[in-house]
């Protein structure tokens, strides 16, 4: 495969990095809510269920416990964008929460079970130590994956584009080692065509052409409806000319 533009390794790590760091605060929320110290409503919902749509008030944030939650937007022609697919320990809501309007729409994807934290109880995360720290790393950290996704969209073609994408749904959403051979990475969550295409910007036969090539590079292949990466190879890909 000819690669057209280089991703430096660093930049790969800081996003895997950056991921990580955003999945802290709702562990340790979680943490706190089984010893007592924190409380808040838990609901569960069937999948296609809509916790607020774009111009809502922010007023409340999510914590997923299980399932998968993904947020949406549209452009003016009404194209539809997919912004992110946050799974369990994930907090969807941060960034309409410090607006205090919605500026996109999250739906359920799969049955989901959260637990829902009032805008009025961020003085119970601000006024514990623990909690703060890990409050203002997850502001950081949302913040400069925001960055580093617009930098990819200028930077990188559509091929390429899927490529980190796959990288970072693996490190965010995935587990375990493929299915037991020890070389990759399964994506839980099932991720059609159509939704990678909303999350790179190009079209799902694309998508699909990508990914027959990344399979005959070793670099993904297919566990059932989902996908395996092969973390390494995709990075190599990514950083280096082949």
């Known amino acids: 495969m000819q690669i057209k533009e280089r991703v430096s390794l ?11 760091r ?29 916790l607020y749509s774009w111009g ?33 320990t994930a907090i969807v809501g941060v960034s309409s929460i410090l607006r205090g309007r919605r500026a996109e729409t999250a ?13 009025d109880q961020l003085h119970q995360i601000t006024d514990d130590r623990m909690l703060r720290d890990a409050w203002d790393h997850h502001l950081a950290s949302h913040i400069t994956e925001q960055q580093e996704t617009l930098t990819n969209f200028v930077t990188l073609d559509s091929e390429h584009r899927l490529a980190m994408t796959l990288l970072r749904l693996a490190q ?5 080692n493929g299915d ?28 699909g052409y990508f990914l027959k090539r990344f399979q005959q590079a070793g670099m993904t292949r297919k566990h ?6 092969n973390a390494n190879e995709l990075t190599d890909y990514l950083t280096s000319c082949r």
């Open 56 to 88: 809502d008030s922010g007023d409340w944030l999510y914590l997923i416990n299980s399932g998968w939650v993904k947020s949406m937007t549209w452009s003016l022609n009404g194209k539809p964008c997919l912004l992110e697919i946050s799974g369990p």
């Open 22 to 50: 955003r999945t802290v605060l709702g562990r340790i929320i979680l943490a706190k809510i089984d010893e007592g110290t924190f409380h808040a409503p838990v609901r569960r919902l069937p999948p296609e269920v809509h």
């Open 224 to 229: 059932g409806h989902n996908i395996v990466v």
């Open 172 to 176: 965010k959403l995935g587990s375990g």
């Open 107 to 119: 739906m359920t994807k799969s049955p989901t079970e959260l637990t829902v934290i009032a805008r």
């Open 180 to 207: 037991g051979d020890g070389d990759g990475l399964i994506i839980d969550c099932r991720v059609t065509h159509e939704e990678l295409a909303q999350m790179v910007g190009t079209t799902r036969s694309r998508v």
């Open 10 to 20: 660093r930049d790969a790590d800081r996003q895997v990095s950056t991921l990580h």
